[in-house]
């Protein structure tokens, strides 16, 4: 079992900056995959990057460049730096974890680009 708690969500301008941060209730290397969906209203949910030890980092086309994942093992958290934002980027961010076969998820987190 793994629990994720995120944070970091919120209202921004276009061209603005956050960072969301996934803390995981276990040592995130034991963990195979980490990641950052989101949902916007309306659409599926969408794989935004992704990190693990062996392939490093991945991303969706429309935020390299962008977007930037990382890590902290002592505090088993991972970050999603996310600058120039754009009014496309509004959605429900989702923490993912995958163990094996099994895969977590967190509450979720609201992004909202707006001016």
């Known amino acids: 079992q793994v629990q994720l708690v995120e944070s970091g969500g919120g209202l921004v301008q276009p061209g603005g900056s956050l960072r969301l941060s996934c803390t995981a209730s276990?040592?995130?290397?034991?963990?195979?995959?980490m990641g950052w969906y989101r949902q916007a209203p309306g659409k599926e949910r969408e794989l935004v990057a992704s990190?693990?030890?062996?392939?490093?980092?991945n991303y969706a086309d429309s935020v390299k460049g962008r977007f930037t994942i990382s890590r902290d093992s002592a505090k088993n958290t991972v970050y999603l730096q996310m600058n120039s934002l754009k009014p496309e980027d509004t959605a429900v961010y989702y923490c993912?974890?995958?163990?094996?076969?099994?895969?977590?998820w967190g509450q979720g987190t609201q992004v909202t680009v707006s001016s």
């Open positions: 990190i693990t030890s062996a392939v490093g980092t």
């Open positions: 276990r040592n995130i290397f034991s963990i195979n995959v």
């Open positions: 993912n974890a995958r163990v094996v076969v099994s895969s977590y």
